[in-house]
């Protein structure tokens, strides 16, 4: 199979459309996309957003990131760029067990909350990113596929793929730092399993993170809008 990004200038850009949920109804394409970092500008890339509708930019890359390496969409016409630094899943941890728990870091930061308003108050489409596109990135897709009913088996099947979509970026990750532990980098499914059983145990359900972290009813009515209607 071949695994192709929807942008020229990306590696992982996929779209959260067309994911089952209940009743047998599917995530709506070309509402949300997630993606790596698009520090590549690419005219034909551009067009297509627009032509979409998706101009609103989430980037969750840290500060230092997004200096050493800024999106390429951040001061771009007919584009709004938001950017909120996650801190939390910019490096990889020390080890495999650490992994689920640093997502269950990076859905409590006041920044992931950020994102989620902004997704839900957008009048656009939306694509949020970070580097890889597979940790902070991963997160929050699956707390906008729980907020629309997905199962867990929906939700890990999308996080997985950032491991066929990225597999030549991380070989020559690995390459460059041999001291890294491959399994901690891949995106496998033990790590999303994980974390969505520590999700349960903090929050009880996704609504009770919506309330917990300081967001509205409306904004979780929101986010299922954006994907179902």
């Known amino acids: 199979m071949v695994y192709q990004s929807l942008l020229t200038a990306t590696t992982n850009t996929r779209d959260l459309g067309g994911h089952p ?14 993606s790596d970092a698009p520090i590549i500008w690419n005219e034909t890339d551009a067009n297509k957003l627009k032509a979409l509708g998706i101009t609103a930019i989430i980037d969750l890359r840290t500060s230092g990131e997004t ?11 007919g584009f709004a760029y938001h950017p909120f630094p996650i801190l939390a899943g910019s490096v990889p941890p020390a080890t495999l067990e ?14 992931t909350v950020d994102a989620l308003r902004t997704i839900a108050e957008s ?9 890889a596109g597979k940790d902070r990135t991963g997160v929050l897709s699956a707390i906008l596929l729980l907020a629309c009913g997905a199962d867990r088996k929906t939700i890990i099947e999308d996080y997985v793929l950032s491991r066929e979509y990225n597999k ?3 070989e020559r990750y690995l390459a460059e730092h041999p001291e890294v532990n491959r ?3 891949l995106a496998n499914e033990i790590s999303m399993e994980r974390f969505l059983e520590m ?7 996704v609504e009770g993170y919506f309330m917990k972290v300081g967001l509205a009813e409306e904004h979780v009515s929101a986010v299922r809008d954006k994907l179902l209607r």
């Open 21 to 34: 949920i209940a009743n047998g109804k599917m995530t709506l394409p070309n509402r949300i996309w997630r």
């Open 183 to 185: 399994r901690i980098v």
């Open 98 to 111: 650490e992994v689920p728990e640093t997502y269950l870091q990076i859905a409590k930061q006041a920044e």
């Open 168 to 170: 030549a970026r991380i």
């Open 199 to 205: 999700f349960d145990q903090e929050f009880g359900s």
């Open 123 to 131: 009048t656009t489409g939306i694509l949020f990113c970070c580097t």
């Open 67 to 77: 200096t050493r390496k800024p999106c390429a969409y951040a001061n771009a016409d």
